[in-house]
């Protein structure tokens, strides 16, 4: 391996792995990681593209300001190449888009601007709209504009796709990739290039529920409807104008649900961990797959890392709380309990722990209020309150046990209570301790109960 001048220098070149546990029916399927760029997504490589086209075409130079409203990855492309070449960056950013993505943005010097995920393009917070108008209003700024910008699926044409084949050539070939479309530049890309190179290879759309394409592809109408989706980077509700679908004859519209639990199931068998968006890709690869009756090579996209999601898919009471993850319904209280005591899930104190482990325990787990158990028996509860008024005036007394700050004057309420008798608890501001005899269930607070309701509509 090269030694590397710049952090630029690993951009592309991303390796492919074949599939060994999963089943692809008579298929061979391959994943390419893009989750390896050292952004952590695919949109490096148009982050490039896009800047040192323009510094060639003199339209920019180091020192100005680019503008661009993102989805999140195209922002860590472009602030990891506008970094290392010496530009400012301001982002437009949705407000659904994973902290992760937001905190690494700042972190790498750009400026975020955050905006509304409620409104359709036209209106004036629509991330692309409000970018759009940042830039005019920004002296000498450059609006990168990746939905309407060439140099976006000029990227895939030149660099993706011969890479692409190139690699593959060394499997014996290619029959088919699947692809997500979000500014639509790898589809427009990869199909410029597979025109000239390889025509052979079908070109499969995955696309989120909700999202106006697939449908677009597979009986060509064009709704002027859209539905959110919870996948990010890729699904529109319009077509970018550097849209080419033309070599694109069939597209598979994915569940929120099936894209997140078949891009937990890429890492339980494969140990891939990719983005959401890799399970859209991968849900509908296994279904092209397996309608296959002769072997066919086919590669899927892994767009972005998973590391981004740790705390939505990849979090096991995100995925309740969403509904997206089943427990069996035990028709009480149970039912609403989202860290039970006897899956060892409820965070708790013992009596006799220090305050600031209790402190450091409710930062870390964002809870604040936790149980105080003895063995099994729940002895005490103590909130940010009891806390705050025991250590104020004297931080020393961070380091009494918890014994000293709890409320032991307990109210439980049993199992088999109606869920009406939460409001009264949760009226007087305290949670509600769920108990089965002698036996401690776990706790329930407001926001547990409002998942819950919301659960029941969905
Ligand atoms: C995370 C992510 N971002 C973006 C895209 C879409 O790329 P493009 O903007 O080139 O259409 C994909 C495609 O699968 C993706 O998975």
Redesign the pocket.
């Known amino acids: 391996m090269p030694i590397h001048d710049s952090v630029l220098e690993l951009i592309a070149d991303t390796p492919i792995v074949k599939a060994r546990r999963l089943d692809a029916g008579v298929c061979e399927l391959y994943f390419k990681l893009e989750s390896q760029n050292p952004g952590g997504?695919?949109?490096d490589r148009?982050g490039l593209s896009m800047i040192e086209a323009a510094e060639k075409r003199g339209d920019i130079k180091p020192g100005d300001t680019l503008v661009e409203g993102t989805?999140g990855?195209?922002g860590i492309g472009l602030a990891l190449v506008a970094q290392q070449k010496g530009y400012k960056l301001t982002l437009v950013v949705p407000d659904k888009m994973s902290r992760e993505k937001i905190f690494n943005l700042k972190a790498m010097g750009a400026q975020v601007v955050l905006t509304r995920s409620d409104v359709a393009k036209g209106h004036p917070d629509y991330y692309q709209d409000l970018a759009a108008k940042i830039a005019e209003d920004t002296p000498g700024a450059y609006f990168i504009n990746?939905f309407g910008n060439p140099d976006?699926p000029a990227a895939?044409e030149s660099g993706t796709g011969p890479e692409i084949l190139r690699q593959m050539a060394d499997a014996g070939g290619l029959d088919a990739i699947v692809?997500?479309?979000?500014?639509?530049?790898?589809?427009t890309g990869l199909s410029r290039c597979f025109a000239r190179q390889a025509p052979e290879v079908e070109m499969i759309l995955?696309d989120p529920v909700g999202s106006i394409l697939a449908e677009y592809i597979n009986k060509g109408t064009l709704s002027d409807k859209s539905a959110s989706w919870m996948v990010?980077?890729?699904g529109e509700d319009f077509l970018p104008s550097i849209s080419d679908f033309s070599r694109v004859k069939k597209a598979y519209a994915i569940s929120d649900k099936e894209s997140f639990l078949t891009a937990r199931e890429l890492l339980e068998k494969e140990g891939i961990l990719g983005?959401?968006?890799?399970g859209t890709?991968l849900a509908a690869a296994l279904k092209y797959c397996r309608e296959q009756t002769v072997p066919k090579k086919v590669l899927v996209?892994v767009?972005?890392t998973g590391n981004k999601y740790l705390s939505k898919l990849y979090n096991d009471y995100w995925m309740l709380d969403n509904g997206f993850l089943e427990r069996q319904p035990r028709g009480d209280l149970r039912d609403l309990i989202l860290r039970p005591y006897s899956q060892r899930d409820t965070v708790v104190l013992a009596p006799t722990d220090l305050l600031v482990t209790a402190y450091q325990r409710m930062k870390l787990y964002e809870i604040s209020q936790l149980p105080v158990m003895d063995g099994d028996r729940i002895v005490g509860i103590l909130d940010e309150s009891d806390l705050l008024l025991h250590v104020y005036g004297d931080e020393e007394r961070f380091r009494d046990p918890v014994s000293t700050a709890m409320a032991s004057k307990l109210e439980v309420m049993d199992v088999k209570s109606p869920i009406e008798a939460l409001l009264p608890v949760f009226d007087r501001g305290q949670v509600a301790i769920v108990v089965d005899g002698e036996r401690f269930l776990g706790l329930i607070t407001r926001i547990d109960l409002l998942n819950y309701l919301r659960r029941r509509v969905q």
């Open positions: 997504s695919i949109k148009i989805a990855n195209t990746q976006n895939h692809f997500g479309c979000g500014s639509s530049g790898t589809m995955a990010e980077g890729i983005g959401s968006s890799t890709l996209l767009c972005d």
